[in-house]
């Protein structure tokens, strides 16, 4: 099963990149990998689209830039499920190290593989709608539609300072935004949704704008 590795780049701690490489070429992998390094000044989902694009095979792994396998047989692991012609998806656990939390997303890049024919039934990553937040949770509501997702027992490292603890007001108002986009297109089905909307009240003003102008422009449009 030969498998495409994109990790979309921007602004990289070099050091931490290059660790991610040499995790990925320690892999006990009998397979081709490719890997594809997508270093553009493009959202998150463009970027992402433009490597699948790229990609030579039809199994394709995303993982980010400050992410490393936690073992030399996470690609193994991760791939196996979709050996199952029902199986899209798959999505690895993520180890916070600043926090030592282990904690398993719905799906994310941050460590997933998809079928490469999965992703183009569903017209890839949503660019158009999804500026730099949000299109995890698109993606993952789109592929259930068609497919199961499995959480296998692999797992990556997430080097990133901050990301589980209080977020900042930037955080803040692009996760209220993102959900504001969520909930138009999808309501009440999107996972989570509630927790957003009882935070999008006038009493938590940048929240409540944030959401609810992602909720009537149908768009996450927030940037820095």
Not at 93 to 107: A, G, S, V, W
Not at 114 to 121: G, I
Not at 134 to 149: A, P, V
Request: glycine share 4%; charged share 30%.
């Amino acid at each position: 099963m030969n498998v495409s590795i994109i990790i979309p780049i921007h602004k990289p701690d070099k050091s931490l990149l290059k660790k991610v490489i040499i995790g990925i070429n320690k892999q006990e992998f009998k397979d081709k990998i490719e890997i594809i390094k997508v270093d553009k000044k493009w959202c998150l989902a463009k970027s992402l689209n433009y490597g699948i694009k790229k990609s030579k095979y039809r199994i394709i792994v995303t993982i980010h830039q400050d992410c490393i396998p936690k073992s030399n047989d996470w690609l193994s692991f991760l791939l196996k499920p979709l050996e199952k012609d029902e199986i899209v998806a798959t999505c690895s656990k993520i180890y916070d190290l600043e926090n030592k939390k282990i904690y398993t997303p719905l799906l994310d890049e941050k460590g997933c593989a998809y079928k490469k024919e999965a992703l183009a039934k569903i017209n890839y990553f949503d660019e158009k709608t999804f500026l730099n937040s949000g299109e995890d949770m698109d993606l993952y509501m789109k592929l259930k539609k068609i497919g199961k997702i499995e959480y296998p027992d692999c797992m990556v490292e997430h080097y990133h300072k901050g990301y589980l603890i209080k977020k900042s007001e930037y955080k803040i108002k692009q996760n209220a935004n993102t959900w504001g986009c969520l909930f138009r297109i999808y309501g009440f089905k999107v996972p989570g949704v509630w927790g957003a909307l009882l935070k999008a009240n006038i009493f938590k003003f940048d929240y409540f704008y944030w959401f609810w102008r992602g909720f009537l422009k149908k768009k996450q449009d927030f940037r820095r």
